[in-house]
């Protein structure tokens, strides 16, 4: 049931909405001042708001200038005096979705309000279709137009096309995750499943089980068959993180599907083949890792079919002040502020900074900076732009801006051990309690070196 809010001062008029308005079937609130129609509109939850212009304590602008703070897309209706044109244009300039003059037929303002309903219900609808598309593609909104991102992504896009393995290599946070997921999502393959598999963040002693699965009595517990991960990811794309974590035994396994396109699940003597595309990154040196024996060369050579080198931040400065633009955005419309300017002096001092933790610092700046600002510029001082320490501890820069970004490392840092002690290592369940996503939970702990 739609709840609409009426703020009128005369408690004929009221009532006589009240009733138009139940009798269609409404709920109805309301309010016979300023004051009462504000506390309505801060604990009503209403659909829809219907304001007097002349009320004893205050001006029914305020009330529309407040219903739009609040949500924006609440329609608001102004009544008005016969005559006062000016006031009704007034208030559709500041947000009024229609105005409706005195004296006035209460069905006309009913159709108003329909129409207000639904064309609002219309474009709800449409923004969670827009968001359940762009899901579904699972493209993430990207910026930066240097020409090394733009020849990254061109590559990106044209091995896509192809089932060819892809190596993705680069700097940990220069956005290999979202090449790899660029090359899924524009492929024939798109609308199969993309599954990421992050080497090191599996025990050792499960990474096994969970690539290619077990049959039922594989070990004690194993009381149901389960697929592994290169089963989900059949006719898609599977996506080794950070290969070049992967312990050395499973290296040699890991060859062998990829050579044969064929594996069997723990405990199990059945071959089961897949039809899978595959994306490999690492944040290593992988020939370097090859030379000191860490990673297998044949391996390697199998991977290294279709290198994507994603260049350092540093390397591509033309991207630091679109991709600051883009971050900025992002987490106002998160955290639903109004979007700061970003001043000269402090995208000089971004376009200095040498960002050695890539665009994953980048971003985690941008949202410290959007946290703590509140006026109409981003300053210096709401971000920190000094080199992460792994401990979080302070280093030797005596700027204010670096000390407080230090600072709310290093607070971060302990809410985050805190949280983790908590749920006895419990990542989701921290994430939980700390109120951010996993992901971000996960990232965090990467950038300060947490576990
Ligand atoms: N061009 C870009 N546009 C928008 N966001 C980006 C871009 N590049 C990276 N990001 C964002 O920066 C963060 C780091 O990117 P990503 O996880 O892809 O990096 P990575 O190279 O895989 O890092 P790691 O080696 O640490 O896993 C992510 O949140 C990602 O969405
Ligand atoms: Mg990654």
């Given at each position: 049931?739609?709840?609409?809010?009426?703020?009128?001062?005369?408690?004929?008029?009221?009532?006589?909405?009240?009733?138009?308005?139940?009798?269609e079937?409404?709920?109805?609130?309301?309010?016979?001042?300023?004051?009462?129609g504000?506390?309505?509109?801060?604990?009503?939850?209403?659909?829809?708001?219907?304001?007097?212009?002349?009320?004893?304590?205050?001006?029914?602008?305020?009330?529309?200038?407040?219903?739009?703070?609040?949500?924006?897309s609440?329609?608001?209706?102004?009544?008005?005096?016969?005559?006062?044109?000016?006031?009704?244009?007034?208030?559709?300039?500041?947000?009024?979705?229609?105005?409706?003059?005195k004296?006035f037929?209460?069905?006309?303002?009913?159709?108003?309000?329909?129409?207000?309903?639904?064309?609002?219900?219309?474009?709800?609808?449409?923004?969670?279709?827009?968001?359940?598309?762009?899901?579904?593609?699972?493209?993430?909104?990207?910026?930066?137009t240097?020409?090394?991102?733009?020849?990254v992504?061109?590559?990106?896009?044209?091995?896509?096309?192809?089932?060819?393995?892809?190596?993705?290599?680069?700097?940990?946070?220069?956005?290999?995750?979202?090449?790899?997921?660029?090359?899924?999502?524009?492929?024939p393959?798109?609308?199969?499943?993309?599954?990421?598999?992050?080497?090191?963040?599996?025990?050792?002693?499960?990474?096994?089980?969970?690539?290619?699965?077990?049959?039922?009595?594989?070990?004690?517990?194993?009381?149901?068959?389960?697929?592994?991960?290169?089963?989900?990811?059949?006719?898609?794309?599977?996506f080794?993180?950070?290969?070049?974590?992967?312990?050395?035994?499973?290296?040699?396994?890991?060859?062998?599907?990829?050579?044969?396109?064929?594996?069997?699940?723990?405990?199990?003597?059945?071959?089961?083949?897949?039809?899978?595309?595959?994306?490999?990154?690492?944040?290593?040196?992988?020939?370097?890792?090859?030379?000191?024996?860490?990673?297998?060369?044949?391996?390697?050579?199998?991977?290294?079919?279709?290198?994507?080198?994603?260049?350092?931040?540093?390397?591509?400065?033309?991207?630091?002040?679109?991709?600051?633009?883009?971050?900025?955005?992002?987490?106002?419309?998160?955290?639903?502020?109004?979007?700061?300017?970003?001043?000269?002096?402090?995208?000089?001092?971004?376009?200095?900074?040498?960002?050695?933790?890539?665009?994953?610092?980048?971003?985690n700046?941008?949202?410290?900076?959007?946290?703590?600002?509140?006026?109409?510029?981003?300053?210096?001082?709401?971000?920190?732009?000094?080199?992460?320490?792994?401990?979080?501890?302070?280093?030797?820069?005596?700027s204010?801006?670096?000390?407080?970004?230090?600072?709310?490392?290093?607070?971060?840092?302990?809410?985050?051990?805190?949280?983790?002690?908590?749920?006895?290592?419990?990542?989701?369940?921290?994430?939980?309690?700390?109120?951010?996503?996993?992901?971000?939970?996960?990232?965090?702990?990467?950038?300060?070196?947490?576990?």
């Amino acid at each position: 049931m739609n709840k609409i809010l009426i703020v009128e001062d005369k408690k004929s008029m009221a009532d006589m909405l009240s009733m138009a308005f139940g009798s269609e079937g409404y709920e109805v609130k309301c309010a016979l001042s300023i004051k009462d129609g504000l506390a309505s509109l801060d604990n009503e939850n209403v659909d829809a708001v219907v304001t007097d212009l002349k009320l004893p304590d205050g001006s029914g602008f305020d009330i529309l200038k407040s219903a739009k703070e609040r949500v924006p897309s609440l329609p608001v209706v102004v009544m008005t005096a016969f005559g006062s044109i000016e006031t009704a244009v007034r208030a559709v300039k500041e947000g009024a979705y229609d105005f409706i003059t005195k004296p006035f037929d209460p069905d006309h303002l009913l159709l108003i309000i329909k129409r207000a309903l639904s064309e609002r219900f219309a474009a709800q609808e449409n923004l969670a279709l827009k968001k359940e598309f762009s899901d579904f593609l699972r493209i993430p909104d990207m910026a930066g137009t240097s020409k090394a991102w733009m020849d990254v992504l061109e590559k990106a896009k044209k091995v896509a096309q192809q089932k060819t393995t892809v190596l993705i290599l680069g700097e940990s946070g220069t956005g290999k995750e979202l090449v790899a997921r660029t090359v899924h999502f524009t492929s024939p393959r798109a609308d199969k499943p993309f599954v990421p598999v992050n080497c090191p963040a599996i025990p050792k002693d499960l990474i096994e089980n969970e690539l290619f699965g077990h049959e039922k009595g594989a070990f004690t517990g194993a009381t149901e068959a389960k697929a592994g991960r290169f089963e989900l990811a059949n006719n898609g794309t599977i996506f080794l993180d950070e290969i070049g974590d992967m312990d050395m035994n499973l290296q040699s396994k890991l060859l062998r599907v990829l050579q044969e396109g064929e594996f069997e699940r723990v405990g199990g003597t059945k071959s089961i083949k897949v039809d899978i595309r595959v994306i490999a990154a690492s944040n290593k040196n992988l020939e370097q890792e090859v030379a000191q024996g860490r990673f297998r060369e044949d391996l390697f050579y199998r991977l290294n079919v279709f290198p994507v080198n994603v260049p350092p931040l540093r390397g591509r400065r033309d991207d630091i002040i679109p991709l600051t633009r883009h971050f900025v955005k992002l987490f106002c419309n998160e955290m639903r502020k109004p979007i700061p300017g970003i001043p000269e002096e402090v995208e000089a001092l971004l376009l200095e900074h040498e960002w050695k933790g890539n665009v994953r610092e980048l971003k985690n700046a941008m949202e410290r900076a959007v946290i703590l600002c509140d006026g109409n510029s981003i300053l210096p001082e709401h971000f920190g732009l000094a080199a992460p320490h792994k401990d979080g501890s302070l280093i030797d820069d005596d700027s204010l801006f670096a000390a407080s970004g230090q600072a709310v490392r290093v607070a971060e840092k302990a809410r985050i051990e805190d949280a983790l002690r908590t749920t006895g290592g419990n990542k989701s369940k921290a994430a939980v309690l700390l109120k951010v996503s996993y992901k971000t939970l996960l990232n965090k702990i990467k950038e300060y070196g947490i576990g």
